[in-house]
Every structure is written in structure tokens, then in C-alpha cells.
């Protein structure tokens, strides 16, 4: 029996990790849940799985779920010092990091260093604090076991491979809801637009970064970080299909790829059962039924999203946080209709351009640096 923490149970990875401890309740127990704000949800899931704590960020939110459990053994926590508190639970073996931005950054690296593995979906961590993560990830021993369907398929595709012959790693994006439009054509896009993914469904802040291409930016950066490539090493390639995940290209001209339909449940389960394989209910992948598959280069004068991304990881230290940050806050903006779609990847630049890189930023400047992008946006939009 597997003892899991789940960070971020209310959202949609949270909540398909969770289908996958249903179906599976004699090989997997949760011990801890966090989320957000929504109580409700969480309740929920508290009365299902039997947590022994849960975790929620705000005051207000912890105070009413604990008037509502109080009939159950569950302790209830909140914010910061409460993620810490179940990232390190002595009984637990894996810690599944789905919350949505920077504030993964901390428990993740205090479930490390408390020898946890960590099957990871908050690419936030990674992207910011990758030079810190990926050592300590090394010094500890333990696995980071990636969720992103991207990159579980390039971890399944680098399987019984050495690493050293890898020529490069060929990372697919689907192209969003406004693949092939010009920039022209995107100007007066709504959020309900954007919001219209073709393949996915996701939350609101990673389906908007998926019609930008910002979410692709990330995770190219993500990929450097955890398969130990070069931004020149990584290349995007758009596949509306969504049925290869991504591939590898070997030094011998090789391409080894991961497909499959479009399922989180696949990576979330296999991080889960790592190395291990076992049967999933749902729909499977019919090559008759898809028939063909498409392969398009990325357009990077549309989509500068994407090319501030490659940008901001080949000048590395504190970069890469500038544009998640400025990105964090632009699309919370657009959301809200305060700015235009386009108006996203102004705000990258202009941050990108106002900001002094710090190299090798510890977690205090990482977050010091959250900070000041917020405030510069906030003074100019």
C-alpha cells in the first residue's frame, strides 16, 4: 500500500489523481489533501479518501472546512505552514505537487530533502528553481517522476537509454484553440475563446497558457531541467492530434516516441506506479480511427510567448521567474477582462526587459523577484 499527499486535490490533476486511488484502493492511500479554497470539494473528498490531514490556504477557508469535518479524525491546516507540515509526513512515500504556481517551491524542496518521492505536475518548481530542485533531487536519492503528459512521454521514450545519446528531445503542442491564426486574427479574441481547447480539459490558467503557447514556453524550460538538455537541444513541434506526447531523437537518427489518447489519467497513474504498469478503464488509442497524424512548426512571431520562453532560459538565474510571474499575472488579468489576449506577451517583454538577472537565485530571491514583477505590472496596467 502507497501512502500519498496530494497538493492541489481540488483541481483537475488533483481530482483524476484521486479517480486513480479509486480505482485502485488496495494499492494506494491518501494520508493528506491541500487545496485552494474550494471547501466544499474538499469535504468531499475528505469523507471519501480519509485523510489524516488536510491542508486549506486561506484562514477563512481552513475555519469552515474544520467546522464542517468536525465529525470526522481529520486535522485541518492552512496556508504555507501547513503545506510544509504534510510535504515531510513521516508515513508518506510520494508527494503529488498539482497546486498552481511558485508556492510549490517550498514543500516540494522540504519533501525532498525529507526523502520523498514526488510525482510532479506544478512546473512552476522546476521552471524557477530548477538549479536548486534537480541537485538536491540527486543528493537525496529520491525520484521526480514527472506528470505533464509531455514530459512522462519523454521519460518513457529516455527508458533503459543512456543519456549521453540523446541528440535532442522533440517536445509536441497541440497548437491551441488558435493554431494557424495570425496575430491580426487573435487581437479581439474573448477569454470564452481561449478557453476553447480542442483536445484538453484543463483548468483556466493552463488552457489560457496552452492558447498563448506560454505553457509550451514552460515547459521547455521544465524539460531542460529534468532530462539535463539545452534550450538548442529542445524542439517544439505542433501536432494538433495530441497523440504523440513527444518523442526523443537519438544521436543515431532514432525517434522513440510515447502515444496515446488525450488522458491525464496515463502519466498521473504510471508517476504513481513507477516502474511499474497496470491496466486503466477508459478509451484506448485506434490507429484506424485517427488515420493520420500531422506535424507543424511552431510560429514564433505569433506566438512570442514562446520565444520569451527560450529567451528567458538561455539567460537562466532569475529570468525564467520574471516571465512565469508576468505571466501568472497577465493571464489572471485577462481572465478578469482587464487586458486583451495579446496584451500577455507584451507584459512578458516588458518585464523580461525591465528586470536585472540574478544568477543562481536562492529560494528568498526567487520569491523577492515573484514580488517586484507583480509590482512593476501593477504600476503600469
Not at 209 to 220: F, I, P, Q
Not at 281 to 287: A, E, P, V
Not at 338 to 365: C, R, W
Request: contains cysteine; charged residues 20%.
Amino acid at each position: 500500500m502507497k501512502k500519498i499527499v496530494v497538493m492541489g486535490s481540488t483541481g483537475s490533476i488533483g481530482t483524476q489523481t484521486l479517480d486513480i486511488v479509486r480505482a485502485y484502493p488496495d494499492r494506494l492511500c491518501v494520508v493528506a489533501l491541500a487545496a485552494g479554497s474550494n471547501v466544499s470539494k474538499m469535504e468531499e473528498q475528505i469523507r471519501e479518501f480519509a485523510p489524516r490531514y488536510a491542508v486549506m490556504w486561506s484562514q477563512k477557508a481552513a475555519a469552515e472546512l474544520k467546522e464542517r469535518v468536525k465529525d470526522l479524525d481529520v486535522k485541518v491546516l492552512c496556508g504555507m505552514d501547513g503545506l510544509m507540515q504534510i510535504a515531510v509526513l513521516p508515513e508518506s512515500e510520494i508527494v503529488v505537487t498539482a497546486m498552481v504556481g511558485m508556492i510549490g517551491i517550498r514543500p516540494t524542496i522540504a519533501a525532498i530533502e525529507a526523502g520523498k518521492d514526488i510525482a510532479l505536475a506544478n512546473k512552476e518548481t522546476l521552471v524557477t528553481a530548477g538549479h536548486i530542485i534537480m541537485p538536491l533531487v540527486e543528493k537525496m536519492g529520491v525520484s521526480l517522476l514527472p506528470v505533464d503528459s509531455e514530459h512522462s512521454a519523454i521519460f518513457q521514450s529516455l527508458n533503459g537509454e543512456p543519456r549521453n545519446r540523446v541528440k535532442r528531445i522533440l517536445l509536441t503542442a497541440s497548437g491551441g484553440p488558435f493554431r494557424g491564426r495570425t496575430t491580426l486574427q487573435m487581437r479581439d479574441v474573448t477569454v470564452a475563446d481561449a478557453l476553447k481547447h480542442p483536445n484538453w480539459t484543463m483548468g483556466q490558467k493552463i488552457t489560457i497558457d496552452s492558447a498563448t503557447m506560454v505553457n509550451k514556453g514552460l515547459e521547455v524550460m521544465e524539460a531542460g531541467w529534468l532530462f539535463g538538455v539545452s534550450p538548442q537541444e529542445i524542439t517544439v513541434v505542433v501536432h494538433p492530434e495530441s497523440i504523440v506526447h513527444s518523442m526523443v531523437e537519438y544521436v543515431d537518427g532514432a525517434v522513440i516516441a510515447q502515444m496515446g489518447v488525450p488522458d491525464m489519467k496515463l502519466p498521473i497513474q504510471y508517476a504513481l506506479f513507477y516502474p511499474d504498469r497496470l491496466p486503466m478503464n477508459g478509451q484506448k488509442l485506434d490507429l484506424f480511427e485517427v488515420s493520420k497524424l500531422t506535424f507543424e512548426q511552431p510560429n514564433m512571431e505569433t506566438f512570442r510567448g514562446l520565444k520569451l520562453a527560450y529567451d528567458a532560459f538561455q539567460t537562466g538565474g532569475s529570468m525564467p521567474t520574471v516571465y512565469n510571474a508576468a505571466n501568472e499575472r497577465a493571464v489572471a488579468m485577462f481572465l478578469q477582462n482587464k487586458i486583451k489576449f495579446l496584451d500577455i506577451y507584451d507584459i512578458i517583454e516588458a518585464a523580461m526587459g525591465e528586470h536585472k538577472t540574478i544568477q543562481n537565485p536562492d529560494v528568498s530571491q526567487i520569491l523577492e523577484t515573484e514580488k517586484w514583477c507583480y509590482e512593476l505590472i501593477e504600476s503600469r496596467w
